[in-house]
Every structure is written in structure tokens, then in C-alpha cells.
């Protein structure tokens, strides 16, 4: 059913696994070849919990329930964290663009002030050290906000 009538990459990954099982290929086998192919956490549970039912028994509607509520709770969550992210977000990006923003306004404003950094080499060293360290604080801001789940 849902090879039939889920959304396009859902539908095919499940009608490929049903297609294996009436292929010959065990049920437990296809199920997690098709954990291996999609490589998603939420198909992961899925499949065992459809695998711990089928071995130990019990009421697979109300097992696939609460398996929908838990996905729906981790998009949530995973909304919530974007959210709670966002202002670590908009300061990297400041951090990183400001300098840049503020060079091409004193080079149209003041060009000579920006082209005593480029006729000397320690005008150009200074520029190399400041982008490569603008370019690793961005990183290192944009590590301290990414949160696995």
C-alpha cells in the first residue's frame, strides 16, 4: 500500500523491497536491504520494530502509532533546534561577511586606505592571515552550532 500510494521516493523503496520478498528474497532480508539503501534513522526504526513484532508478536498498528508520533516529535524537535539556533546562525554569518562588507565600503570610499594593504607584502600577509582566520572562525562557529541527532 504504501509502494502504492506514499510519496514518489518512499513509495518506490518500499515497492523495491516488496518486489524482492515476492522475488524469493526473505521478509527480514528485504526489509533491511532497504534500511541499507535509504541509510535514514527513522527507517532504521521502522524496520525493527516491524522485525521485533513480527518475532515476539503484538498489535503492529498500534507499534507503527507510536512510531509515527516518535518521528513526528523528532521533526519537531528538529524544527525547535533550528530555531533555538538561528541567532548563532545570523552571528556567524556577520562575523564572516562584516569585514568583507566594510573593505568594499571604504575601497569605494576610500580606495587608497584598501590599496596600501596590496602594494607591500606585509599589506598582503595581513590579508592572507585575516581570511584565513575569518574562514576558520566561520567554521568553528558553524561546529559549535550544528547539533547531530
Known amino acids: ?13 518500499f515497492r523495491r523491497a516488496s518486489e524482492e520478498q515476492r522475488f524469493g528474497l526473505p521478509f527480514e532480508e528485504a ?16 524496520a525493527i520494530a516491524v522485525l521485533v513484532q513480527r518475532e515476539v508478536g503484538g498489535n503492529l498498528a498500534e507499534i507503527l502509532e507510536n512510531l509515527a508520533t516518535t518521528i513526528r516529535r523528532r521533526f519537531y524537535l ?17 562575523l564572516v561577511f562584516l569585514p ?4 568594499t565600503i571604504v575601497f569605494f570610499l576610500q580606495p587608497e586606505y584598501i590599496m596600501t594593504l596590496f602594494s607591500s ?11 584565513v582566520l575569518q574562514g576558520l572562525g566561520g567554521l568553528w562557529i558553524r561546529k559549535i552550532i550544528t547539533i547531530e541527532m
Do not use: C, S
Open 1 to 13: 500500500m504504501v509502494g502504492d500510494e506514499g510519496p514518489q521516493e518512499v513509495a518506490m523503496e
Open 100 to 103: 568583507v562588507a566594510v573593505a
Open 78 to 94: 528538529r524544527r525547535q533546534l533550528r530555531v533555538y539556533t538561528a541567532q548563532g546562525r545570523m552571528t556567524g554569518y556577520a
Open 31 to 46: 526489509l533491511l536491504g532497504m534500511v541499507a539503501r535509504t541509510d535514514l534513522v527513522d527507517v532504521r526504526i521502522f
Open 121 to 131: 607584502l606585509l599589506g598582503w600577509m595581513l590579508v592572507i592571515t585575516a581570511v
